[in-house]
């Protein structure tokens, strides 16, 4: 039915997206650097005078390396959930195809996890760790949770035009997410028989070969990898699969 | 043929405002019966090539619901519906502007909403601003524009993108009078390349002039499909008819 051009229209939402959020910010994109910078002290003061932990020279950089995963996680999560939603006008009005509302606000999120994720870089190289081989793990391993958000939003946005309580249930699992993702308390410490439900966690397992390659400067272990790329794709199959059957109905219900 | 519906019936439940956990937990326990109302009712009609097709009714009778089935926004309970070439939809205009954004950056989304390329906008956007009358306003952000400028600017991109096929859902309304004027005679001019058109519009003045045909319709069925003339008398007699008991 709609015949256009994609790759514009997504650039286009995405754009539009990133510039509504910034255009009534006088501090602008800064602001997107200083929720995880505030938060990263914070944290760092509580657990390294308050709970004390030994070994908290790099605890700043360590938590940096799960809030910034997290951060993308829920702020996309949200937003995308939403996203059907808040362009219901359009939805009811232009024949486009519904799929891009939700990749493309999951995609302009991307953009701030990208700003988020060059802070994380500075900070690393400001602590003190070189540039290793392994980067080259990062774009790999954003890719394949970026898959993931998009086959969980594409998902979730479907299924709350149908119940508009599914964005509630998506905001208190964030809330929680922040205790079951492992920010401020490392891997090891986890129990060994609750350690596969975290490996199968993407943002967990995300936050886990983040240190891996910026922390201790070594590869991520290849079955956490296999792990994320398993749940990754299966996850953007099951949500393209329940978008498809729903979208149908998407109509009569905005 | 461009448009082509056969026997096509859409129909609505009657309670979905509120699409929540409980209204759903409700029905699944069958305390909450969901009526189904008949927006259309088994109707046919064809648009052919270059015909410019007048849809006429009251308030309600389901000239909108047969748009956006034209317009692929939702599909048909029963029936068919086929469509041949491209559409540009003028349904609400305005609907994919944001206020926060300038003229231009809301101009160049709309276009990507309406299906245009990158270079085909970068083309047409001259045209475009000129057509609207906004002048320099088009790097004002919309918040700032009246009401009737968002319509001329909204009405200026869907008329220049130059589709096959043209919904208007009451558009002529727009703008102050001369801007009216103008975009009346965009619409003989498109005509007049051989664009087909189905228009939906209450002034019979309009439908005169824009139509070779039209079609009737009330509580979602067909009551009259023929020339404009004859359509109009009969609606309008009717019109008259309930007015006058």
């Known amino acids: 039915m709609w015949h256009g051009d994609y790759l514009f229209l997504i650039r286009n939402l995405v754009e539009k997206d990133f510039k509504v959020r910034y ?5 602008g994109v800064l602001w997107s650097l200083l929720n995880p910078l505030i938060m990263m002290g914070v944290l760092t003061f509580i657990f390294t ?5 030994p070994n908290d020279k790099n605890f700043p950089l ?19 959930t939403t996203s059907m939603l808040e362009n219901a006008p359009l939805i009811k009005r232009v024949p ?10 999951v995609l302009s999120n991307c953009l701030h996890l990208l700003i988020q994720i060059l802070l994380l870089l500075g900070i690393v190289l400001v602590f003190g760790r070189a540039v290793t081989i392994h980067w080259l793990w990062l774009p ?34 964030n809330t929680v997410l922040f205790w079951l993702v492992p920010i401020f308390y ?24 983040m240190r891996n390659v910026l922390l201790d400067g070594h590869a991520p272990l290849g079955s956490t990898f296999t792990k994320l790329a398993v749940v990754s794709v299966v996850m953007f199959g099951a949500g393209l699969f329940i978008f498809t059957k729903l979208k149908d109905g998407f109509y009569a219900r905005l | 043929m461009l448009i082509d519906f056969q026997n096509v019936s859409k129909c609505f439940p009657h309670s979905t405002g509120r699409q929540l956990l409980r209204t759903h937990i409700a029905r699944w326990f069958g305390r909450v019966h969901t009526e189904a109302f008949y927006a259309l009712r088994n109707v046919s009609f064809r648009l052919e090539d270059g015909e410019s097709l007048a849809i006429v009714g009251a308030n309600g009778a389901g000239k909108s619901t047969l748009l956006s089935l034209a317009a692929g926004l939702t599909l048909p309970d029963e029936g068919t519906v086929q469509v041949n070439g491209r559409i540009a939809a003028l349904l609400e205009l305005g609907s994919g502007f944001h206020r926060d954004l300038t003229g231009a950056e809301n101009l160049v989304l709309n276009a990507a909403l309406l299906g245009l390329s990158k270079r085909r906008t970068k083309e047409l956007f001259d045209s475009i601003v000129e ?22 600017l909204a009405f200026s991109i869907a008329i220049q993108c130059q589709p096959d096929i043209l919904l208007l859902d009451e558009v002529l309304a727009v703008g102050d009078a001369s801007f009216q004027e103008k975009s ?37 069925a067909v009551m009259l499909d023929g020339s404009v003339s004859d359509v109009l008398d009969a609606y309008q007699g009717r019109s008259v008819m309930q007015q006058g008991q």
């Open chain 1, 23 to 27: 255009r009534n910010m006088s501090l």
């Open chain 1, 96 to 105: 486009v195809p519904r799929y891009v509302f939700p990749i493309s606000s």
């Open chain 2, 131 to 152: 057509f609207s009358g906004i002048g320099d306003f088009i790097d004002d952000p919309l918040r700032t524009y009246s009401s009737g400028m968002i319509m001329r």
């Open chain 1, 140 to 173: 790999l391993i954003w890719g394949l949770e970026i898959l993931f958000v998009m086959g969980l939003v594409l998902a979730f946005s479907a299924v709350n035009v149908y119940v508009r309580d599914t964005r509630y249930v998506v905001e208190s699992t």
């Open chain 1, 49 to 53: 005078k308050i709970f004390a932990q």
């Open chain 1, 186 to 209: 490392s891997f090891t410490l986890i129990p060994a028989r609750f350690r596969g439900i975290y490996e199968i966690n993407p943002v967990a397992a995300l936050v886990l070969m």
């Open chain 1, 62 to 80: 360590y938590v940096l390396c799960g809030l910034v995963p997290l951060n993308f996680f829920t702020l996309a999560w949200a937003t995308g």
């Open chain 2, 184 to 220: 009346r005679e965009a619409l003989v001019a498109l005509r007049r390349t051989g664009k087909s058109m189905l228009f939906v519009s209450h002034s019979p003045a309009a439908v005169r002039e824009m139509c070779d045909r039209a079609i009737w319709m009330d509580h979602g």
